[in-house]
């Protein structure tokens, strides 16, 4: 089923809580992508709908498009956060493809993510209409989402997505840097909980990136270092700079996890 519903973002939140609640009464969970989209109509709905069941037989799509805030909502009966990203996948090339894609895909699952509620579905859907014009990449939203926020700084685009994709499965809002001055400017900007940073940054170096951050805040800026660099003197110089812990590359992402949570809970 494709619905086009053009009476904007109270009856799309409505909708899709009714679709969720029928799913998960039915199959326990229900994935949900939400993509901002232009000029989607019924044709091209079936066309994204066919895809996504052509590459997995196993599911059950319902399609729905909010024409007034250009949203289209995914619903996948008994999809779980994992399942449904997997589908993201799909919809987003197709998307692409067809340069329907004006922002970041938002992915969940219910009851795994969160609690379906009104007001986290419209929570929900008012991320997908905020990241009209970011870029087009996939994220995930969970009821934690508000509570931390972790800015990574790291040149190499590979750690940046692989630590990204398991802190937002974790219920972190994550923000990316691959320089040092976009780090900060954007550490200004967000005042995130956590940042993590690399020491070899271009532009400011991690070093100066810490210390640029301490005298803007230092009892909000909690960094952690996540460094390939493992001589002592590094390590020292960090914590000289400011840092609050030092991880060494190649990464462990559940000691990197802990060491969040552990600074996040002592904030």
Not at 8 to 25: D, K, S, W
Not at 200 to 228: A, C, M
Not at 262 to 267: A, F, I, S, V, Y
């Amino acid at each position: 089923m494709a619905i086009v519903i053009r009476n904007g973002i109270q009856e799309i939140t409505l909708q899709l809580l009714q679709y969720i609640h029928v799913a998960t009464a039915k199959s326990a969970t229900c994935g949900v992508i939400l993509a901002p989209c232009a000029n989607m109509n019924p044709k091209t709905l079936d066309q994204a709908k066919g895809l996504m069941r052509k590459n997995d037989a196993s599911l059950s799509v319902q399609l729905i498009y909010d024409d007034a805030n250009q949203v289209l909502c995914a619903v996948l009966d008994g999809g779980t956060l994992g399942t449904t990203h997997y589908a993201s996948l799909v919809l987003k090339d197709f998307l692409q493809t067809q340069h329907l894609l004006l922002g970041q895909l938002i992915v969940s699952s219910f009851p795994e993510s969160a609690k379906p509620t009104e007001t986290a579905i419209a929570d929900f859907i008012q991320r997908a209409i905020r990241s009209k014009g970011n870029d087009d990449d996939i994220h995930f939203f969970t009821a934690a989402n508000a509570e931390t926020s972790v800015l990574i700084a790291d040149p190499d685009d590979l750690v940046r997505e692989f630590i990204k994709i398991r802190l937002e499965l974790k219920g972190y809002l994550v923000y990316e840097a691959k320089d040092g001055q976009e780090a900060y400017d954007l550490f200004v900007q967000i005042m995130p909980d956590i940042v993590i940073t690399e020491l070899n940054l271009p532009i400011l170096d991690g070093y100066q990136l810490i210390r640029t951050i301490q005298r803007q805040d230092s009892h909000e800026g909690k960094v952690i270092v996540l460094t390939d660099r493992q001589l002592s003197e590094n390590r020292n110089r960090a914590y000289e700079s400011g840092a609050a812990d030092y991880v060494t590359k190649p990464l462990s992402i559940s000691e990197l996890e802990w060491k969040i949570k552990r600074l996040t809970e002592n904030h």
